[in-house]
């Protein structure tokens, strides 16, 4: 079967910097996303990777390892407005998006 | 600019009831889609569309139906409703090629209450 695998909820302290990882099996790929989602509203668009390596945008930056099935999120110079859930999907063979169950992020003053 | 609207955004009907969700896109967009989100579990496609009078089943399509008359709007449709279709539904669109397909517009969400 499919599969993507996040951790439930982190911690982090404004200022700081974190990282959210993502484990995925899936039929095939073709390309990773991370979504942002702030409670009660819709998730939106974060990052995109299909080669390995490191995406960098602004604060956010995305990994990625095709072979060991795997990226990561990093956050820096964290700010409260970061407080959110980040959705982790891959995209299969049949260009299918397969979504994790997201990671809530606390972040605390 | 609006992009994709949902409505209603709220509805709490009784089991057996039947409802439509509808939702609407600006952005002539050819790909449109229906999600549900429950707690502890990702986003859960329903049903799709790739273009206007076109529909396909997603991960779980059982008891909804869903309809693309026009290129803006698709149409999610519970016949009777049940307890288990409890949820924050999403409607979402995106471009049709290659990448872009994965990065999705999404509306604001109907959360959905069968008693």
């Known amino acids: 079967g499919q599969n993507i695998d996040q951790p439930t909820e982190m911690t982090a302290t404004e200022g700081a910097i974190v990282q959210i990882n993502c484990t995925y099996q899936?039929?095939?790929?073709?390309?990773l996303f991370w979504y942002q989602q702030h409670a009660g509203e819709a998730p939106t668009f974060l990052s995109y990777n299909v080669l390995d390596g490191l995406e960098e945008k602004g604060r956010f930056s995305s990994f990625l390892s095709r072979s060991k099935g795997y990226s990561y999120l990093l956050l820096k110079e964290l700010q409260m407005k970061d407080s959110a859930s980040y959705l982790c999907a891959v995209m299969d063979s049949n260009y299918q998006l397969i979504w994790g169950a997201g990671t809530k992020l606390i972040i605390k003053p | 600019n609006a992009g994709v609207t949902q409505t209603p955004k709220f509805r709490v009907l009784k089991t057996g009831q039947s409802m439509t969700l509808l939702c609407a896109q600006d952005?002539?967009?050819?790909?449109m889609y229906w999600y549900r989100q429950d707690p502890g579990m990702g986003l859960r496609l329903i049903h799709y569309?790739?273009?206007?009078?076109?529909?396909a089943k997603g991960e779980v399509p059982d008891g909804y139906n869903v309809s693309r008359l026009k290129k803006q709007n698709f149409l999610l449709g519970l016949e009777s409703a049940a307890p288990s279709q409890t949820s924050v539904y999403f409607c979402a669109s995106s471009y049709s090629s290659g990448r872009v397909t994965g990065e999705l517009f999404f509306g604001e969400g109907s959360r959905l209450t069968v008693l």
């Open positions: 952005m002539n967009h050819e790909y």
């Open positions: 899936t039929s095939g790929f073709n390309g």
């Open positions: 569309s790739v273009g206007e009078g076109t529909t």
